[in-house]
């Protein structure tokens, strides 16, 4: 699951710790064992410490630290670990072993989901409906030729039928600096979210224009692709560049429900070009559920280049998160979150907001709060129950699979903001109060629990500002 943060930790052959406190060590050579189809390249560009240089023991196990955690955040292996060990009975000459436990990198797998943004989207504003499941058929390869590569495929139906194929390269040159990649993704629904209304969707499908007995079941269609260039200046920075195109179109019955759904002007076709800057700081101890580090990103976005003149948007978003280990196994951590866009009018599908993946302020989960503007802040206060690692043995004949490490997180949480809509609320806000242009927040607890290969569950009871209170499930983790 993780690198254990503990440096003490450190397994050292030959020597006992106490003798080396204040000693200056000789590094002769690294060593890498157990990756099989990684290449060895791969995992020494994660590697800051260098042979053939003297280091004060101290400095040596700190930087140890950081070197593996960077190897694990890479994503390719189950668990990263170091050995120093002296040689020929030196007392000061030693080797650094690395040993590495791949992970499964073939995944072909059934989707089986919700369409939903969330389970309590689903179950309350959707009447837990039987027709919002998307199923079909996925396939990851990780790793392809053992150089961090991923190649994806998908094909998905139900209530959106989409199809996409993606290629990610991370390294072309020589000193594994710059990378790119494409995706393609063609999407097909025969219901859509037509407008917002109180700050939740109102959805408008295929039967309730044509009829039951209509063969006409597409209203609306969406081809994108994307072509992205990577620069990884350091260990933790990486500078981004996206160029997407991107087609709409959908039939002229939605311009009924909502005249400026693609355009002010009741388009029922949007083309453009966008172009994406992104630069990241990415100094977490581990990707899936950081405890101790931080993180900033920052994003410029462009849509609509002069090419076409469908739409002329551009945003800017800034996220910063910090994490901090605490004594007796408390932790705590805190983001920050802020975007802007321009012009003030914005075609309805093209609005940002809180509401989706992790732009949501927790007890929030049932409402999308569209806005030009926003800003939120989330603060959780953790405390680890139990971290564990069953083994399977050969009960599980997939030797990537046989430990199953498991840890629970009780925590504390507060999260505040504000979202700044100039637009008119069509809205009969008796019914369900605004919630743009005003101050929410929302508290409570809840238990986070961490498993293999990222997986993250949170179960939160959470209270808001419109005093109402919840029991919701989540994916990934809140910060």
């Not at 199923?135 to 998905?156: C, H, I, P, T, W």
């Not at 400026?260 to 076709?269: A, F, H, T």
């Not at 998160?321 to 979150?337: E, G």
Request: charged share 25%.
């Amino acid at each position: 699951m993780s690198v254990d943060t503990d440096l003490d930790k450190l397994k050292i052959i030959n020597k006992t710790k106490d003798s080396l406190q204040n000693q200056i060590l000789f590094l002769e050579k690294i060593e890498i064992r157990g990756n099989k189809k990684t290449k060895r390249k791969i995992i020494t560009r994660e590697i800051d410490i260098q042979p053939n240089v003297s280091y004060p023991f101290k400095e040596l196990k700190e930087l140890i630290k950081l070197d593996e955690n960077k190897i694990f955040n890479t994503g390719l292996f189950t668990s990263v670990r170091a050995e120093l060990e002296f040689i020929d009975g030196s007392d000061n000459n030693i080797k650094l072993i690395f040993f590495v436990e791949e992970r499964w990198y073939i995944w072909p797998s059934v989707i089986f989901k919700l369409a939903d943004r969330n389970f309590s989207d689903w179950l309350f504003n959707q009447g837990a409906a039987t027709d919002r499941f998307e199923y079909g058929f996925k396939f990851d390869q990780f790793n392809v030729r053992g150089l961090n590569e991923r190649l994806s495929a998908m094909a998905q139906f139900g209530f959106k039928r989409r199809f996409y194929l993606g290629y990610n390269i991370p390294y072309l040159n020589k000193n594994q600096t710059f990378g790119m990649g494409f995706n393609f993704s063609y999407s097909e629904l025969d219901q859509l979210d037509y407008t917002n209304v109180g700050n939740k969707r109102l959805f408008i499908d295929a039967d309730s224009i044509f009829g039951d007995d209509s063969e006409r079941r597409i209203i609306s269609n969406t081809l994108t692709s994307n072509l992205f260039f990577t620069y990884r200046e350091s260990y933790y920075n990486t500078h981004s560049i996206r160029l997407t195109y991107s087609r709409t179109t959908m039939i002229d019955e939605i311009l009924q429900f909502n005249s400026n759904y693609l355009s002010r002007d009741g388009d029922v076709e949007q083309d453009y070009f966008g172009l994406t800057y992104i630069f990241r700081r990415d100094f977490r101890d581990r990707n899936n559920y950081p405890l101790k580090g931080f993180l900033i990103d920052g994003r410029l976005s462009k849509i609509g280049l002069g090419i076409f003149n469908d739409i002329n948007l551009g945003h800017a978003q800034a996220h910063v998160a910090h994490y901090k280990p605490l004594k007796y196994n408390f932790n705590i951590a805190s983001s920050v979150t802020g975007y802007t866009s321009y012009p003030s009018f914005q075609p309805y599908s093209n609005m940002q907001g809180l509401g989706f993946a992790n732009n949501l302020l927790k007890g929030y989960e049932l409402y999308v709060i569209q806005g030009q503007h926003y800003i939120m802040n989330k603060t959780e206060l953790k405390k680890r129950l139990f971290s564990i690692e069953a083994n399977l043995g050969k009960l599980m004949p997939l030797k990537q699979f046989r430990k199953v490490p498991i840890a629970a997180y009780f925590k504390l949480f507060f999260d505040h903001g504000y979202v700044q809509n100039n637009l008119p609320e069509s809205s009969n806000t008796t019914v369900s109060p605004l919630l743009s242009n005003r101050y929410i927040y929302s508290y409570g607890a809840g238990v986070d629990i961490v498993t293999y290969y990222d997986a993250v569950l949170r179960l939160e009871y959470s209270i808001n500002a419109l005093n109402e209170a919840g029991f919701f499930i989540n994916v990934k983790s809140g910060i």
